[in-house]
T-cell receptor, first 113, second 113 residues
Framework: GENVEQHPSTLSVQEGDSAVIKCTYS??????FPWYKQELGKGPQLIID?????GEKKDQRIAVTLNKTAKHFSLHITETQPEDSAVYFC????????????FGQGTTLQVKP | DAGITQSPRHKVTETGTPVTLRCHQT?????MYWYRQDPGHGLRLIHY???????DKGEVSDGYSVSRSKTEDFLLTLESATSSQTSVYFC????????????FGPGTRLLVL
């Protein structure tokens, strides 16, 4: 089945800098890759997603890139702000339209003012 | 939280007792999921449902059972709680096949003593 690895586990950046979180997946049949942001004490919230027929997607300061050949995808946050501090999770849907998402282990992002 | 509520939000129980967690949605979405979140493991799928009375196992289903008698409710039961089931439990919903665009509830924090 699908396995998703996420790095780094923690990331600290200065306000205004960029942050990059990387994920690799194992199942070449995966075709949907969402990213979630989880603030303390809350449930994960979808912030951006990408499908396998697209190489890059942007939404204001957030972008996601996908390399199907290498089976990895990345989240890029530019001009980071203190409110970006949270735990971020990547996921892949694996094969067979099973209705499942396989999540990475999470990255704790700290943006220092 | 996309019309999803979970109850209770916090629970402390003793080893060996049964526990039932409830997920309620007002979105009329077909798919519902139960995850557990533990440090270093991200979110792991316990069980999911693809319709009323249609359920299937996830990657960590041992010791858990589920029921879905109505579209809006998905129950997770720990038949005999163990300390290893101490965790934060999240419910998610999706209207799309393939696990796409899942929306999460606020979570239930369970402590098994």
């Amino acid at each position: 089945g699908e396995n998703v690895e996420q790095h780094p586990s923690t990331l600290s950046v200065q306000e205004g800098d960029s942050a990059v979180i990387k994920c690799t997946y194992s199942d070449s049949a995966s075709n949907y890759f969402p990213w979630y942001k989880q603030e303390l004490g809350k449930g994960p919230q979808l912030i951006i997603d990408i499908r396998s027929n697209v190489g890059e997607k942007k939404d204001q300061r957030i972008a996601v890139t996908l390399n199907k050949t290498a089976k990895h995808f990345s989240l890029h946050i530019t001009e980071t702000q203190p409110e970006d501090s949270a735990v971020y999770f990547c996921a892949g849907n694996g094969s067979g339209n099973t209705g499942k998402l396989i999540f990475g282990q999470g990255t704790t992002l700290q943006v220092k003012p | 939280d996309a019309g999803i509520t979970q109850s209770p939000r916090h629970k402390v129980t003793e080893t060996g007792t049964p526990v039932t967690l409830r997920c309620h949605q007002t979105e009329n979405h077909r798919y519902m999921y139960w995850y557990r979140q533990d440090p270093g493991h991200g979110l792991r799928l316990i069980h999911y449902s693809y319709g009323v009375k249609d359920t299937d196992k996830g990657e960590v289903s041992d010791g858990y059972s589920v029921s879905r008698s109505k579209t809006e409710d998905f129950l997770l039961t720990l038949e005999s709680a163990t300390s290893s089931q101490t965790s934060v439990y999240f419910c998610a919903i999706s209207e799309q096949r393939g696990g796409e665009t899942q929306y999460f509830g606020p979570g239930t924090r369970l402590l098994v003593l």
